[in-house]
């Protein structure tokens, strides 16, 4: 705990010196130039619990979810026709402080590991408007990227709403399932265009469905430059966040989210700051970071 809490703390010191722009280029291993910088963010709820004690002497056991900020830096090797194919470095970082908290340590992180020199850096995320805020703040123009698998997901609910989800219902599923394997199609050889109109298409009856068809159609409207998926391919971009999902789930879900478990904050905010930095291709020394107590004579 002591070890978590002031490793949070030495993190927070160097997010500041970075905002303030003081501080110093990265030496050693990570003087290096990356070709492609990847930088990916999300969320992900962990079980917590507010100030309890057994003999109840505080009150009766209180636990809610409290969402845990995570980010990955993180570098490719490229296949044999130059697409970024598996992780080659990466860096993590996770937080259960507000986006105001987390923004300015991962912009530290990704500075430490090149950002400021590398020759392409790319956010991925989903459309979540904290995610774009926080990079348009911290890593200016970068490319940006909704994941692939995020804007599938928008437009399975779609399809579910439109044609059923009775999986016994052949014809409903064929139906869906030809809709969706288009809309996929048209995405990815960069017909966003021709996914708008099939989504204005639908003329739905009740309340919700409609309002289900505007928030969609806004989610691609809103995100369309994120979504130039041709474009992204053809330069050999990633275009999934699934590195960032198994940060999510390697970092925090883990550790943090098993079964009967529920933390104070204080506790998880440690917990989680270990496991980021020793889970990263090249963690750093926590020696200074532990207090030494002088041994009795």
């Not at 999300?42 to 505080?58: E, I, M, N, T």
């Not at 437009?155 to 052949?170: I, P, S, V």
Request: proline content about 4%; some cysteine.
């Amino acid at each position: 705990m002591a070890v978590g809490t002031a490793l949070r703390k030495h993190q927070q010191q160097q997010a500041q010196q970075h905002q303030a722009g003081t501080l110093p280029e990265p030496t050693g291993p990570l003087l290096r130039v990356p070709r492609r910088l990847y930088i990916g963010l999300d969320g992900v709820f962990v079980p917590l619990r507010d100030a309890w004690k057994k003999d109840k002497s505080q009150g009766a056991l209180t636990c809610r979810y409290g969402e845990c900020k995570s980010g990955v830096v993180y570098e490719t090797h490229q296949d044999q026709h130059g697409k970024d194919s598996r992780v080659r470095t990466r860096a993590y970082v996770a937080t259960l402080g507000n986006v105001d908290t987390f923004a300015p340590v991962l912009g530290a992180l990704a500075h430490q590991h090149g950002h400021h020199a590398a020759k392409e850096v790319v956010v991925i995320g989903d459309g979540a408007a904290w995610i774009w805020q926080l990079a348009a703040k911290q890593f200016h123009g970068a490319v940006q990227i909704v994941d692939f698998f995020h804007a599938a997901q928008h437009l399975a609910t779609l399809a579910e709403a439109r044609f059923g989800k009775d999986r016994h219902q052949r014809h409903q599923r064929h139906q869906s399932q030809q809709w969706l394997s288009a809309r996929h199609e048209e995405l990815k050889t960069g017909r966003l265009h021709q996914v708008l109109c099939e989504i204005r298409a639908w003329r739905p009856t009740s309340p919700s469905k409609r309002q289900l068809r505007l928030s969609t159609y806004a989610y691609f409207c809103n995100n369309a430059q994120r979504m130039r998926y041709q474009t992204f391919l053809e330069k050999g971009y990633h275009i999934g966040s699934g590195v960032v999902e198994a940060t999510c789930k390697q970092v925090v879900a883990q550790r943090l989210d098993q079964v009967g478990m529920h933390w104070r904050p204080e506790s998880a905010e440690a917990i989680v700051a270990l496991r980021a930095a020793q889970l990263s291709t090249c963690p750093p020394d926590l020696r200074p970071h532990c207090a030494l107590r002088a041994l009795p004579a």
